[in-house]
């Protein structure tokens, strides 16, 4: 081959590989722009896309769904930082908790959490609840130790209707939806957080309570310019 002939076919490898790097790098632009990140850049920004998006409960809104157990001194710590942001949450933005038992262990607090919804009474025993394990060291261990709690926050609830509510069908029944709606979300420790039933966070993701807040922040932009 001649010297000509070789600079021919180097210019024309070159041009090739400028091209498909161009090619590519495009392709990566769109696809964060459009809501649609690949997941190891994903990973690289602090959370990742689920292969397939779970239903959330209303499609026309952005909702923020947060998987705790009050037992976990991580939730714990955390909830400070998400109660801030969600007092303060955009308006075309849903709040909503899951307390699946990823482990036995958790069930006590998961049915604790789901007869509180189905009593109306979440906001009035949520932060009391954290509190009295975390600071108070009552572990809440027992439907007798949550009943005899519940009672004593005056909120005209008996112990002994508490438990019933506990194992109640209707707790029952959400319980097993959280615990299929943790797996479907690729959940392995909380508190984790579900932006839309599309990328799920977390700290370690994230690199830190702050860090969940701002990765929610810039996926619930990344929703409302997709819709």
């Known amino acids: 081959m001649s ?121 009035k025993m949520f932060e009391q609840t954290f509190n009295e394990i975390h600071q108070k060291g009552n572990r809440l261990n027992s439907p007798k130790a949550v009943g005899s709690f519940i009672e004593d926050l005056d909120i005209d609830v008996s112990a002994e209707d508490y438990m019933k509510a506990m194992q109640s069908f209707s707790v029952a029944t959400a319980l097993k939806r959280s615990e299929k709606l943790a797996r479907d979300s690729r959940v392995s420790g909380v508190p984790s957080i579900l932006i839309n039933g599309k990328y799920i966070t977390s700290a370690s993701l994230a690199g830190g309570n702050d860090g969940i807040i701002n990765v929610m922040n810039q996926l619930i932009e990344v929703e409302r310019k997709a819709s």
């Open 3 to 123: 010297s000509e002939d070789k600079n021919l076919a180097t210019n024309l490898v070159s041009s090739k590989r400028r091209n498909f790097i161009a090619g590519a790098g495009a392709l990566a632009s769109s696809a964060l722009l459009g809501g649609l990140p690949a997941i190891g850049h994903a990973q690289a920004l602090g959370y990742q896309l689920l292969d397939t998006p779970v239903p959330t409960r209303d499609p026309a809104r952005i909702e923020i769904l947060e998987f705790f157990w009050f037992g976990c001194p991580h939730c714990n710590r955390f909830e400070p930082t998400i109660n801030a942001w969600k007092a303060n949450k955009p308006e075309d933005v849903d709040f909503v908790r899951e307390a699946p038992a990823l482990n036995a262990a958790w069930e006590t607090h998961s049915r604790a959490f789901y007869a509180a919804e189905a009593l109306g009474i979440t906001e």
